[in-house]
């Protein structure tokens, strides 16, 4: 949720959301690709394993002034299932994109994402994989979308690229029609 007047790293990465909510300091060039502004309205945000210490004080800030539905990676790990439900019963009718980011995983159960600092908290791989279940199997939807990951992280661990693949696998499978 940064935008290139919220922070001096220029990773475009993380200011894809901002952009598509149209956030203070956007930039026009990014933003009006998008299509109308905003692209997207608070309610039709729910994110579930936010770390909140890794977030700058700008993007905490956004978060709560648009009321923003978060659950935090704790949550998140604790009771994927009911984290999952709680934020599909929060999003409006219409289509359901859900997109994973690996950062959120913990790194020494699924070392995939570009994060490299080894953190061992947040949901597990399973964890994760219940939670996107349940939004898969919603009748709204319709995309799932992978950001961050890094195959060349789980060189220690042979497994982690197949496992994180069978994940998407099931979940997909879990979508209606």
């Not at 936010?50 to 009771?79: C, I």
């Not at 959120?104 to 791989?125: C, K």
């Amino acid at each position: 949720m940064n935008t290139p007047e919220s922070t001096t790293d220029g990773a475009l990465d993380w200011m894809g959301m901002a952009h598509a909510l149209d956030l203070p300091g956007c930039l026009d060039v990014l933003t009006d690709v998008l299509g109308p502004r905003p692209l997207l309205e608070p309610r039709q945000v729910a994110w579930l394993g936010v770390e909140d210490s890794p977030a700058t004080e700008w993007e905490r800030q956004q978060a709560r002034r648009l009321g923003l539905h978060v659950t935090s990676s704790d949550d998140l790990a604790f009771d994927p299932i009911k984290s999952a439900v709680e934020s599909l019963r929060y999003l409006p009718r219409g289509p359901l994109a859900v997109h994973i980011d690996v950062d959120v995983l913990d790194f020494i159960d699924s070392p995939l994402a570009e994060n490299t600092d080894g953190r061992n908290a947040g949901p597990t791989l399973d964890q994760v994989a219940n939670a996107l279940e349940v939004a898969a199997r919603d009748e709204r939807f319709r995309a799932l979308s992978i950001g961050e990951l890094n195959p060349t992280r789980s060189a220690g661990d042979p497994d982690a690229i197949p496992r994180f693949i069978a994940t998407v696998a099931r979940t997909m499978a879990c979508a209606p029609g």
